[in-house]
């Protein structure tokens, strides 16, 4: 395999330490100012001096950090829903439009009337776009299926996906995302705990169940319901919790132990606490709520200062959140949630790979990590929410391959 020396940056970003990081430990990182990255057969060598290497990257003027964790994606999925995004800008609500077999059904109709290959590309061009825009670790899930074969189906296209891509790719299960025609709430959950569940871990097609938990479609018994089975084969149990109202979703999950809650747009102060004194990751998800134009956010400020471990993801799906930049996130959260571009950091890398489960040995740029590293274009990561629509990122290092590099870098690369 190839050694690559990252040389000469400005700043490298390293997140020394082990384990999520919490309120102030989000913030006050070191950062290793003119230094230089080695990454060797895949992994992280050291942060210092330069060191002769198969491949170099002159990084003058530039930042280095570990490569985004996008910790919540809907991929796979095939095709676009901008006629509903315009129908909502013109008024109508995402609830009336789920209830008249929009949203999540259409997208359960493209996806069925889409050949597995069609599926493959359609995602892999978005892999390709996130990989520019320094993603190296990604969640897929499934949830357009709606019935037993078509979400095993999903999973499937997921796991060629991974194979595909030069990512990292964490799967989660999330077939309680839409109740089914014909069924009822408890019967579709009954059957994926008793049909799905087991297959899929049987078969090692996801590592997590996911839950959406929403006066239109799931509650927190079918969540309970769930975690007793996903506990029971292993499964990690996560949550969509409070995006459009308060179901005390948020709560639920950090007492029940679930390994993420996602969203929280209406969790109330006092579920912060829940989640604070808890291990469960709040992933919030600013590009649904700049897509939505909802006003209600989450207390993204409480949830960082009580001590609750935050990470941001996309929400990458056609529906709530066409958003695949992973720098645009860390924009909106630093502009609507009212993070600081650091925290925001910590929270797209450390602490999103604590959401997808892999936190050791992802999200750091720690000596025997896996070598995955970002360049960006600026001499602080303080610029990154400053120009929101530039796509900061150079060249990305991905597994240990220089995997991307941009047309205008070309010139910094040499071997
Ligand atoms: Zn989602």
Same mark, same amino acid.
């Given at each position: 395999?190839?050694?690559?020396?990252?040389?000469?940056?400005?700043?490298?970003?390293?997140?020394?330490?082990?384990?999520?990081?919490?309120?102030?430990?989000?913030?006050?990182?070191?950062?290793?100012?003119?230094?230089?990255?080695?990454?060797?057969?895949?992994?992280?060598?050291?942060?210092?001096?330069?060191?002769?290497?198969?491949?170099?990257?002159?990084?003058?003027?530039?930042?280095?950090?570990?490569?985004?964790?996008?910790?919540?994606?809907?991929?796979?999925?095939?095709?676009?829903?901008?006629?509903?995004?315009?129908?909502?800008?013109?008024?109508?609500?995402?609830?009336?439009?789920?209830?008249?077999?929009?949203?999540?059904?259409?997208?359960?109709?493209?996806?069925?009337?889409? &050949?597995?290959?069609?599926?493959?590309?359609?995602?892999?061009?978005?892999?390709?776009?996130?990989?520019?825009?320094?993603?190296?670790?990604?969640?897929?899930?499934?949830?357009?299926?709606?019935?037993?074969?078509?979400?095993?189906? &999903?999973?499937?296209?997921?796991?060629?996906?991974?194979?595909?891509?030069?990512?990292?790719?964490?799967?989660?299960?999330?077939?309680?995302?839409?109740?089914?025609?014909?069924?009822?709430?408890?019967?579709?959950?009954?059957?994926?705990?008793?049909?799905?569940?087991?297959?899929?871990?049987?078969?090692?097609?996801?590592?997590?169940?996911?839950?959406?938990?929403?006066?239109?479609?799931?509650?927190?018994?079918?969540?309970?319901?769930?975690?007793?089975?996903?506990?029971?084969?292993?499964?990690?149990?996560?949550?969509?919790?409070? &995006?459009?109202?308060?179901? &005390?979703?948020?709560?639920?999950?950090?007492?029940?132990?679930?390994?993420?809650?996602?969203?929280?747009?209406?969790?109330?102060?006092?579920?912060?606490?829940?989640?604070?004194?808890?291990?469960?990751?709040?992933?919030?998800?600013?590009?649904?709520?700049?897509?939505?134009?909802?006003?209600?956010?989450?207390?993204?400020?409480?949830?960082?200062?009580?001590?609750?471990?935050?990470?941001?993801?996309?929400?990458?799906?056609?529906?709530?959140?066409?958003?695949?930049?992973?720098?645009?996130?860390?924009?909106?959260?630093?502009?609507?949630?009212?993070?600081?571009?650091?925290?925001?950091?910590?929270?797209?890398?450390?602490?999103?790979?604590?959401?997808?489960?892999?936190?050791?040995?992802?999200?750091?740029?720690?000596?025997?990590?896996?070598?995955?590293?970002?360049?960006?274009?600026?001499?602080?990561?303080?610029?990154?929410?400053?120009?929101?629509?530039?796509?900061?990122?150079?060249?990305?290092?991905?597994?240990?391959?220089?995997?991307?590099?941009?047309?205008?870098?070309?010139?910094?690369?040499?071997?």
């Amino acid at each position: 395999m190839t050694s690559i020396v990252v040389r000469d940056a400005s700043a490298i970003i390293p997140f020394a330490g082990s384990g999520p990081l919490r309120a102030a430990e989000m913030s006050s990182t070191e950062i290793v100012e003119h230094s230089s990255l080695l990454i060797a057969d895949g992994r992280v060598a050291g942060i210092g001096a330069p060191e002769v290497a198969d491949v170099e990257f002159d990084a003058t003027g530039c930042t280095v950090i570990p490569g985004f964790v996008d910790p919540h994606t809907h991929l796979p999925f095939v095709g676009w829903r901008g006629d509903e995004d315009a129908a909502r800008l013109a008024g109508r609500h995402y609830r009336d439009l789920h209830r008249e077999e929009g949203g999540i059904y259409r997208s359960a109709r493209l996806l069925g009337d889409a &050949q597995d290959d069609e599926v493959l590309a359609f995602s892999a061009t978005l892999a390709a776009g996130m990989l520019a825009a320094g993603t190296t670790t990604f969640e897929t899930k499934s949830g357009y299926g709606l019935s037993i074969a078509s979400e095993l189906r &999903q999973l499937r296209i997921a796991a060629r996906l991974t194979a595909l891509v030069p990512q990292t790719v964490v799967s989660t299960c999330l077939a309680a995302h839409a109740v089914p025609k014909g069924k009822s709430e408890g019967e579709w959950i009954g059957e994926v705990a008793q049909e799905l569940l087991p297959v899929t871990a049987a078969e090692g097609l996801a590592s997590a169940c996911d839950i959406y938990v929403e006066s239109i479609a799931f509650a927190l018994d079918h969540a309970a319901r769930l975690s007793e089975t996903a506990r029971s084969l292993g499964l990690r149990m996560r949550m969509h919790a409070d &995006q459009l109202e308060d179901s &005390q979703a948020g709560a639920f999950a950090a007492r029940w132990g679930f390994a993420t809650a996602d969203h929280l747009n209406h969790t109330s102060l006092e579920a912060v606490e829940d989640l604070a004194a808890a291990d469960t990751v709040a992933v919030l998800l600013p590009g649904a709520t700049f897509t939505l134009r909802q006003n209600k956010k989450p207390l993204a400020r409480n949830l960082i200062e009580s001590e609750a471990i935050v990470a941001l993801g996309t929400d990458l799906n056609p529906g709530t959140s066409p958003i695949h930049s992973m720098p645009f996130v860390i924009a909106l959260a630093c502009r609507i949630y009212g993070l600081r571009p650091i925290e925001a950091l910590a929270a797209s890398t450390v602490n999103a790979a604590y959401a997808l489960g892999v936190g050791d040995g992802i999200g750091r740029l720690a000596p025997g990590g896996r070598g995955d590293a970002a360049i960006l274009d600026m001499k602080s990561f303080d610029e990154i929410a400053y120009r929101p629509d530039h796509n900061p990122v150079l060249a990305v290092l991905c597994g240990g391959e220089l995997a991307h590099v941009a047309p205008d870098a070309r010139h910094r690369v040499a071997s």
